[in-house]
């Protein structure tokens, strides 16, 4: 997508990251390509257990010896002797999935980089439903998903390495639920925010960034944060 815009190929690129300062701004700036950067929403993961599974916290370290490729951990004892001994029932996205890419990144250190022996789906819906329905059931998908389902599910709290942390919409807004939580953005180029469709198409979004992150199964942003993402946006209007 980066590279695509920095080419000037596209409007507007949308990113689950920033934009790399060594890699990718370069490349822009040698294009002529300026742009506003604008967050326009959060987005969590949650790891969640069946309701008769109880793993109250796992550290990153202990997610990597569970989920990354060819991991021999056939039951949760063999992470830890603390953890059940019930065998390991693992559901999460399909290898097509956004919420794949990411967790295998900061998880398994490799984007695309995860154990094949579990459950896969691209509908967290029938993730959740797996986990929910089968002893020993273990996955990740979407905060909301969970936030939906607590009557059938366990949060799983992630240690990042400052202690464990619950996974809640606080939580991924102020990037204490660490490594899974996240900004989302949208960069606009300069040039593309002179049309007046497009800036008609980012004031929307701006306008109404909480019912489309709701509507997306994503986490709103915070006052302070829609304050910022205006600005961004009104200080590259005025630039353009």
């Given at each position: ?7 000037g ?22 294009n ?9 929403a ?7 257990t ?33 953890f ?6 693992l ?33 967290d ?12 059931g ?38 204490s639920y660490?490594?899974l ?23 929307f ?21 829609a ?9 590259l209007?005025?630039?353009?």
């Amino acid at each position: 997508g980066f590279e695509k815009f920095c080419a000037g190929e596209t409007d507007i690129s949308n990113a689950s990251r920033p934009i790399d300062e060594e890699e990718e701004v370069p490349i822009c700036e040698e294009n002529a390509v300026e742009f506003g950067e604008v967050q326009v929403a959060n987005d969590g993961i949650a790891v969640a257990t069946n309701k008769n599974l109880t793993i109250d916290c796992m550290t990153v370290d202990q997610l990597k010896a569970l989920w990354e490729p060819k991991s021999k951990v056939k039951s949760y004892s063999d992470i830890d002797p603390s953890f059940t001994d019930a065998p390991v029932k693992l559901f999460g996205p399909g290898t097509d999935s956004g919420t794949f890419d990411f967790f295998t990144d900061v998880i398994n250190g490799e984007e695309g980089a995860s154990r094949e022996d579990y459950e896969a789906s691209e509908d967290d819906n029938q993730l959740v439903t797996g986990v929910a329905g089968t002893e020993g059931g273990l996955g990740y998908f979407g905060l909301s998903y969970y936030e939906a389902n607590t009557d059938k599910l366990n949060e799983v709290q992630v240690d990042g390495g400052d202690g464990c942390v619950a996974p809640t919409a606080e939580t991924v807004q102020d990037g204490s639920y660490k490594p899974l939580s996240r900004p989302l953005f949208m960069y606009p180029s300069k040039e593309a925010i002179a049309k007046p469709h497009v800036k008609a198409f980012m004031d929307f979004v701006a306008a109404n960034q909480q019912a489309i992150a709701e509507a997306a199964q994503f986490v709103a942003l915070t006052e302070e944060q829609a304050t910022e993402a205006e600005s961004a946006l009104s200080s590259l209007e005025g630039g353009a």
